[in-house]
């Protein structure tokens, strides 16, 4: 049994960071091509970042590219995601997802099986 847990949300003033991180457990991060969505109150489930299982991989919409990263960490098993200059917009609950299904990340839910809980980014004007 595959779980994801994210943490490290919060809030954040515009143009502040945050690290998000979310812990694998049941299977290694690196069986994986994982990515990280964001969901609004009222809004659709937008994606945001993905890697592929080899970490030689990552993709990004425009809409955070230059600004978020996305990167593994083997050490604590988990996929990590750096998110610089924020602003309100990026106001969302976060979740991460792994995806058994080949090694390259998917721009889409429906390309990944397993999903955390998610973790509430808050970002104040």
């Known amino acids: 049994q595959v779980q994801l847990v994210e943490s490290g949300g919060g809030l954040v003033q515009a143009g502040g960071s945050l690290r998000l991180s979310c812990a694998v457990s049941?299977?290694?991060?690196?069986?994986?091509?994982m990515g990280w969505f964001r969901q609004a109150p009222g809004k659709e489930r937008e994606f945001v970042a993905g890697?592929?299982?080899?970490?030689?991989?990552?993709i990004y919409p425009d809409s955070v590219k230059g600004r978020f990263t996305v990167s593994g960490d083997n050490g604590q098993n988990a996929v990590v995601l750096q998110m610089n200059t924020l602003q309100p917009e990026d106001t969302a609950l976060y979740y991460c997802?792994?995806?058994?299904?080949?090694?390259?990340?998917?721009?889409?839910?429906?390309?990944?099986?397993?999903w955390g809980q998610g973790t509430q980014v808050t970002v104040s004007s």
């Open positions: 890697i592929s299982s080899n970490d030689g991989i990552r």
């Open positions: 997802a792994a995806r058994t299904r080949g090694g390259f990340p998917s721009g889409e839910s429906s390309g990944y099986d397993y």
């Open positions: 049941g299977r290694t991060v690196r069986d994986y091509a």
